[in-house]
Antibody
């Protein structure tokens, strides 16, 4: 069975950094497109970033230059490094598997990890 | 960026009702649209992709239609488990964007 388990969330001060992890099982992260999607408290879903199997990366304008998506093939794990965090980055962060090449919708999701940016 | 607008934002219905949620794109996205269901405190769940294709394991009372800029999600004969929030998502181009959500409540 496909499983995605996020970790690394927590409370961080504005301007700080955090790295989230998403451990995958049941499939190979490096063979798939993978993504991060976030949801601010009481709000809707917002796409954050996506990495292709070939390594190309894409970002929402709201995080470009501050967040970096990556993966560790040996650990079958997806990451997102978040720097220069702002209050508006407070959200539950979900990792998600993209269905297939050219079909950038999400067929499997993790349970999410909460990031709170506050002093 | 392609803006996705859902309506209504909240919908009150009873068990057994048929309900329809609309999603409009600010420009044509062909059929590159997905629908998700989300329950409180849980991750979204894929229901429909390519506007009208039902994800494996999703009950047949869920159906999607549309192309271009206007899309609908219909739930026929609403069940207690269907009271949730529903989101559309376009994957025609980056940035990927979601609609604002439609909460289906018990009347």
């Amino acid at each position: 069975d496909v499983q995605l388990v996020e970790s690394g969330g927590g409370l961080v001060q504005p301007g700080g950094s955090l790295r989230l992890s998403c451990a995958a099982s049941g499939f190979t992260v490096s063979s798939n497109y993978m993504s991060w999607v976030r949801q601010a408290p009481g709000k809707g879903l917002e796409w954050v970033s996506l990495i292709y199997s070939g390594g190309s990366t894409y970002y929402a304008d709201s995080v470009k230059g501050r967040f970096t998506i990556s993966r560790d093939n040996s650990k079958n794990t997806l990451y997102i490094q978040m720097n220069s965090l702002r209050a508006e980055d407070t959200a539950v962060y979900y990792c998600a598997r993209v269905m297939s090449v050219g079909a950038n919708y999400f067929d499997s999701w993790g349970q999410g990890t909460l990031v709170t940016v506050s002093s | 960026d392609i803006q996705m607008t859902q309506s209504p934002s909240t919908l009150s219905a009873s068990v057994g009702d048929s309900v329809t949620i609309t999603c409009r794109a600010s420009q044509s996205i062909s059929s590159w649209l997905a629908w998700y269901q989300q329950k409180p405190g849980k991750a979204p769940k894929l229901l429909i992709y390519k506007a009208s294709s039902l994800e494996s394991g999703v009950p047949s009372r869920f159906s999607g239609s549309g192309s271009g800029t206007e899309f609908t999600l219909t739930i026929s004969s609403l069940q207690p488990d269907d009271f949730s929030t529903y989101y559309c998502q376009q994957y025609n181009s980056y940035p990927l964007t979601f609609g604002g959500g439609t909460k289906v409540e018990i009347k």
